[in-house]
């Protein structure tokens, strides 16, 4: 339940995010017992890199606190969005946190706005959508690939979610999203391969007063064409994003220092020889370069407007 609300100790029942290195987290379902390969139950132990954790042992613990491994030790932190998008099980490509940010942005989402999600895949951009809207909000998510849609809804129902979110197993580019949401919705967002199929289908769920649409597309093709459709079908304001994280470090760094003061004068070269000398003189002094590389090119992210009733031609 700990994505649900801020904890301070750690229950049964909780998932937790054991953190060894940025590098290395992995989610723990903190219960007693698990079901080994053969389905028989056996005690819920984790390996690591640094040894094991008795899983269980960590009811009663603080969240943030230090835990023991046989051969180290971890943090154990409580799981947020952010953190359930760098661990989680992919079982297609996602989005990141950077774009995620965007997108939540450019919807103009907030606590109480009501969603469409499609296709939901491996949920990373589902869990910061519902942490969003909750607790007033509601997100309709779909996928028409069944083993998706159902391994989505066990994590929601295991984070303690399935109460701000609606799953639902649905080709949207064929079925639409369905008569009970018909003009009840303040933003449609679409990560499939041909959005542009879902367009007319969206059009119908927001609502009377207007909504958002925004999609994410790795192909500058598949953008032209939506925004195309957009366009002809009396969305405005369309606007297409590429998100790219630059990050820069700031740390203290020998550099030489520059004495200028002679450049006030005619100088000799005895002059210049002494000024030579005195570059040479380093001093710390608190820079800023580029961290390592980051990841480049995700996707283009669209965001376009369907005007209220009243103010569409
Ligand atoms: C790239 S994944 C979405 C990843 C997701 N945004 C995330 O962050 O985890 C695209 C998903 O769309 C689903 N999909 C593709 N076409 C669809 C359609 N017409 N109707 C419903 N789902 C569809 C696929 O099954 C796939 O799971």
Redesign the pocket.
Known sequence: MSFNKSKEIIEEGDVVILYLKPSNMHSLEVKAKILNKKGEEIDNVFQTVYGALKVFSLVGQKYGSKVELSRGWAYVLQPTPELW?QI?PH?????YSPD?SLIIYLMELRPGSIVI??????????HSLIRTIRPSGHLYT????EQ?VSLASAEFNRHGLSNYVTLKE?????EGFGEELKHKVDAVFL????PW??VEHAIVTLKRTGGKLCF?SPCIEQVQRTCTELSLKGFIELNTYECLQREMKVHYKSLPVLDLECLKYKHTHEDMAQRNEKEKQEEKLLTVTHAHSLPGHTGFITIATFPPDHARK
């Open positions: 998008t989680l079982r297609t490509q996602i989005i995620i999600e499609t296709g939901t895949g491996s949920g990373s951009l589902s779909f996928d028409f690939h998706r649905r080709d949207v580019c064929v990560d499939l391969p041909h199929l879902a994410f």
